[in-house]
């Protein structure tokens, strides 16, 4: 039981370049969330979809794209890197009604040069 | 606005000294409110939510709605503590999606 997976785990790109991060569940969880971790700012959200088919911007969602490809997966696609989506990037999922809070992914590691 | 604030970066105690990771919040409905912990090298794991009241490793939190707080404490603080530390707040909206408003988190040290 792998619960939250995430890949890769790092990436640099280059200013303009594109990427997906893919996030995979297998606790058959409704919801899923992209957040970005910065030092100073904590987490922020930039979607989230509420089960599969749906999707929703976040607090920060400039620059990002999602797709919820199935009820396992939710990847977050970056069009044209920049220097500011320097960050860590978790993925998160809950059963849903947060009554276990959610459950995160090890974290991508995404450096822009 | 919904809004999490933890005003400290960092907070280093010796060894077998009280914490407490302070945490407030700002939410006009009911609040639910959670402590998350992210250990060098690991994943974010839920360590603590109010409406379980429980004590997670020697942790506990109170909701304090007269100050809008929940801070987290633990009497007697030990190296394996040594973590950063996240204050969230659920953010339920007319869709009733679980988001979670995160504050800006705070390092614990804990020196031997």
């Known amino acids: 039981n792998a619960g939250v997976t995430q890949t890769p785990k790092f990436q640099v790109l280059k200013t303009g370049q594109s990427m997906t991060l893919q996030c995979a569940q297998d606790?058959?969880?409704?919801?899923m969330y992209w957040y970005r971790q910065d030092p100073g700012m904590g987490l922020r959200l930039i979607y989230y979809s509420a089960s599969e088919g749906t999707t929703d911007k976040g607090e920060v969602p400039n620059g990002y794209n999602v797709s919820r490809l199935n009820k396992r997966e939710f990847s977050l696609r970056l069009e044209s890197a920049a220097p500011s989506q320097t960050s860590v990037y978790f993925c998160?999922?809950?059963?849903?009604?947060?009554?276990?809070?959610?459950?995160f992914g090890s974290g991508t590691r995404l450096t822009v040069v | 606005a919904q809004r999490v604030t933890q005003p400290e970066k960092l907070l280093s105690v010796f060894k077998g000294a009280p914490v407490e990771l302070k945490c407030n919040y700002s939410y006009s409905g009911s609040p639910e409110l959670f402590w998350y912990v992210q250990y060098s090298r690991q994943r974010l794991q839920l360590l603590l939510r109010h409406i379980s009241r429980e004590s997670i490793k020697g942790f506990t939190a109170d909701l304090n709605k007269g100050e809008t707080s929940f801070h987290l404490k633990k009497p007697f603080a030990q190296e394996e503590d040594s973590a950063m530390y996240y204050c969230a707040l659920s953010g339920r909206g007319s869709s009733n999606t679980g988001k979670l408003i995160f504050g800006q988190g705070t390092t614990l040290q804990v020196k031997p």
């Open positions: 998160a999922t809950e059963v849903g009604g947060l009554r276990d809070g959610y459950t």
């Open positions: 606790m058959n969880h409704n919801s």
